[in-house]
């Protein structure tokens, strides 16, 4: 499957836009993505290995945390995930450039 990775993280993944992973879920598209580029995973999910609430995941054009499986939605391996994070007032998202912290 193909993951679109947006500006703000294509840093951890060699300046990237479009990343080519296998798996047969989006939990195992996420997982090969953080594998193979192991620097962004703790900006997709907390410690407890949970996806952070300010990461969106779109499976094609179905917003992931809305399908009946979640994660465990199984793709096609045409399927194309885009990462989106939220942007809420302040700068103090780990996903902002030049955070104020």
Same mark, same amino acid.
């Given at each position: 499957?193909?993951?679109?990775?947006?500006?703000?993280?294509?840093?951890?993944?060699d300046k990237q836009?479009?990343?080519?992973?296998?798996?047969?879920?989006?939990?195992?598209?996420? %997982? !090969?993505? =953080? @594998? &193979?580029?192991? #620097?962004?995973?703790?900006?997709?999910? /907390?410690?407890? *290995?949970?996806?952070? $609430?300010?990461?969106?995941?779109?499976?094609?054009?179905?917003?992931?945390?809305?399908?009946?499986?979640? %994660? !465990?939605? =199984? @793709? &096609?391996?045409? #399927?194309?995930?885009?990462?989106?994070? /939220?942007?809420? *007032?302040?700068?103090? $998202?780990?996903?902002?450039?030049?955070?104020?912290?």
């Amino acid at each position: 499957m193909k993951i679109h990775i947006p500006t703000p993280l294509r840093a951890y993944t060699d300046k990237q836009e479009t990343v080519s992973v296998d798996g047969a879920t989006v939990a195992e598209g996420l %997982e !090969a993505l =953080t @594998v &193979a580029y192991p #620097a962004i995973k703790q900006h997709l999910f /907390s410690p407890d *290995g949970k996806l952070r $609430s300010f990461v969106n995941v779109y499976l094609d054009d179905e917003d992931v945390r809305y399908l009946p499986e979640k %994660e !465990a939605t =199984t @793709v &096609a391996p045409e #399927a194309e995930l885009t990462i989106i994070p /939220s942007i809420a *007032g302040g700068c103090c $998202s780990p996903l902002a450039a030049g955070c104020c912290r």
